[in-house]
């Protein structure tokens, strides 16, 4: 009886121990900015990238709004992204307090974090914004 108690309870607890969820490491997912004012889900579109926002406090909707970007919730923020040979992502950043795209590029730092930067012309006027992930 002695040795059959130890492998039971051997046993019980590899039965209850639960494998550990993966965990994402790619850019898909949920992604807020530094305010958590915006949030975005970041998923493949086409051969490469696009970013959604899914949720806006309302002081982002009214600079989106003021900057002419009537409905934030649903507008993409990031446009065909394709991955360069450099690892980063490229293609169209949209500012929608400025209510154009801009050429830019999205780089992921880290597991959770994504850095995104937009520049209005041929490397001029760049801005960038941090992204960490939500989920």
């Known amino acids: 009886?002695?040795?059959?108690?130890?492998?039971?309870?051997?046993?019980?607890?590899?039965?209850?121990?639960?494998?550990?969820?993966?965990?994402?490491?790619?850019?898909?997912?949920?992604?807020?900015?530094?305010?958590?004012?915006?949030?975005?889900?970041?998923?493949?579109?086409?051969?490469?990238?696009?970013?959604?926002?899914?949720?806006?406090?309302?002081?982002?909707?009214?600079?989106?709004?003021?900057?002419?970007?009537?409905?934030?919730?649903?507008?993409?923020?990031?446009r065909g992204l394709e991955r360069g040979e450099d690892g980063l992502w490229y293609g169209e950043v949209y500012v929608p307090d400025l209510g154009r795209a801009v050429e830019g590029s999205l780089e992921q730092v880290n597991r959770d974090l994504l850095v995104a930067e937009g520049c209005l012309f041929a490397g001029f006027g760049c801005k960038t914004q941090e992204w960490t992930r939500v989920r």
Do not use: H, Y
Request: with cysteine; aromatic share 2%; charged share 20%.
């Open 1 to 78: 009886m002695k040795r059959v108690l130890p492998a039971l309870l051997l046993a019980s607890l590899i039965a209850t121990a639960a494998p550990a969820a993966p965990r994402a490491t790619g850019p898909e997912g949920i992604w807020r900015n530094a305010r958590d004012t915006v949030r975005i889900r970041v998923q493949r579109c086409g051969r490469g990238l696009c970013g959604r926002v899914v949720q806006a406090a309302p002081v982002a909707r009214e600079a989106a709004a003021a900057g002419g970007t009537p409905r934030l919730v649903g507008t993409d923020l990031f």
